[in-house]
């Protein structure tokens, strides 16, 4: 009976995340001796500030230890709808908050609790993968828009007007974005809000890098007229406050959405650990210095590490708006993503995604996270220069 034992079709739907498979490679072959320089993970190279970790600290002394409200802490819930109203200028109340520990759950139940079988989902390509992979696990049909990289890797605007059908129920957007740290232009923002608007659809917004950006901010869908009743949007801690570990996210969405949330929210994970959210509370309260000293960082990063790519025989790399991805075209090099990537763990000691990671319209690209030392990125850019010199 074992060998036939396996699990539900619908698991099938799902699909790894690249960066902890190549993470799990590039660790075993630390632990064989081989000296790895990390650029695979999403994940800021700096400390949580300390005055986030010291809330956090607090609340544990002061008894911030047993379950709290499924959807969040009333006063971190205002907080929010405050920071939201505020930035991206249109009115928010608490009551269309959910708190959620990360923001993958704000990927997955949103995408549960709005599409169905038959329905399709525009997305783009590449991108991250969670976004497929929930998709088809709700059993609607994912549709993949390229991104252009000609246009910063923005959408191909003609192909996703000709993409929308009756059946278009959702269209997903990242902006900055992972893999490619593309940002969307306002216009182009514009005329999606117009097109979901006249073709009654509805967006999800990925803004879980709204703070990290270089040149001007990003202009959220949300801001759009009539886009508030339409606009399902992510962000959280994770990525502006160096706080991955802390497991903290959260989402904005339209009143007739909240008690979906709340049914899967409560089924699946009860609530989101209190302590957690006082740090999240400082985080948003308290000093920013930390977070313009890290954003900084990344500029001088962006600048050292893109010119270095540029300079590999067969790389070219733009310069990305946002984010701290880089995300080189390889084509000149001869080599498929999944082949060059592969050679810089086993050959070079450089770990890397393959564009295809992110979709296959990432193939004849690589992502590497720029969030790691100077020193490290030129010694990386260094060998990678050398293994394609041959």
């Known amino acids: 009976m074992g060998s036939q034992v396996k699990a539900a079709s619908r698991i099938d739907a799902l699909q790894l995340e690249g960066a902890f498979s190549v993470l799990q490679k590039a660790r075993a072959l630390e632990a064989q001796g081989k000296h790895i320089i990390h ?9 949580t500030p300390a005055n986030v970790i010291e809330a956090g600290k607090k609340a544990l002394d002061d008894g911030w230890t047993h379950y709290g409200p499924t959807m969040g802490y009333e006063d971190f819930r205002n907080a929010i709808a405050a920071h939201i109203s505020a930035t991206r200028g249109v009115s928010i109340d608490a009551s269309e908050v959910c708190v959620v520990p990360g923001g993958k759950p704000m990927i997955f139940f949103p995408i549960l609790a709005l599409v169905e079988a038959g329905d399709e989902v525009i997305l783009p390509n590449p991108s991250f993968p969670t976004y497929a992979s929930a998709v088809r696990f709700a059993g609607a049909t994912p549709i993949s828009i390229p991104l252009v990289e000609a246009n910063d890797f923005s959408f191909d605007m003609q192909r996703l007007r000709d993409s929308i059908t009756p059946r278009t129920k959702l269209l997903i957007l990242n902006s900055p974005a992972n893999p490619t740290g593309g940002v969307i232009p306002p216009e182009d923002i514009r005329e999606i809000a117009r097109l979901a608007v006249e073709h009654d659809f509805y967006v999800f917004s990925d803004e879980i890098y709204s703070r990290m950006y270089f ?7 949300l801001s759009e007229p009539g886009m508030k009743e339409r606009t ?22 339209p009143a007739w959405l909240v008690d979906a949330m709340q049914k899967l929210l409560v089924n699946a994970v009860s609530c989101t650990a209190s ?5 999240g509370l400082e985080a948003l309260r308290g000093d920013q210095a930390p977070v313009d ?15 270095l790519l540029n300079d590999i025989p067969g790389v070219k790399c733009r310069i990305p708006n946002g984010a701290f991805y880089a995300f080189p075209n390889i084509t000149g090099t001869g080599m ?14 450089v770990a890397a995604l393959a564009g295809t990671a992110f979709g296959e ?23 990678m220069k050398k293994l394609c010199m041959g």
């Open 336 to 349: 498929r993503s999944e082949e060059l990537a592969d050679r810089l763990l086993n050959e070079a000691g």
């Open 275 to 279: 302590m957690v959210q006082r740090a």
């Open 361 to 383: 319209y990432g193939e004849g690209y690589l992502r590497f996270s720029y969030a790691n030392s100077r020193e490290n990125l030129a010694e990386a850019a260094s060998r």
């Open 39 to 47: 650029l695979e993970i999403g994940e800021p190279d700096f400390d």
């Open 215 to 221: 040149d001007d901010a990003p202009r959220s869908v």
């Open 232 to 253: 399902i949007l992510l962000d959280g801690f994770s990525k502006t406050y160096a706080m991955t570990g802390w497991r903290l996210g959260y989402g904005v969405m």
């Open 293 to 307: 000293a890290m954003m900084a960082e990344f500029r001088e990063r962006r600048s050292l590490f893109v010119g």
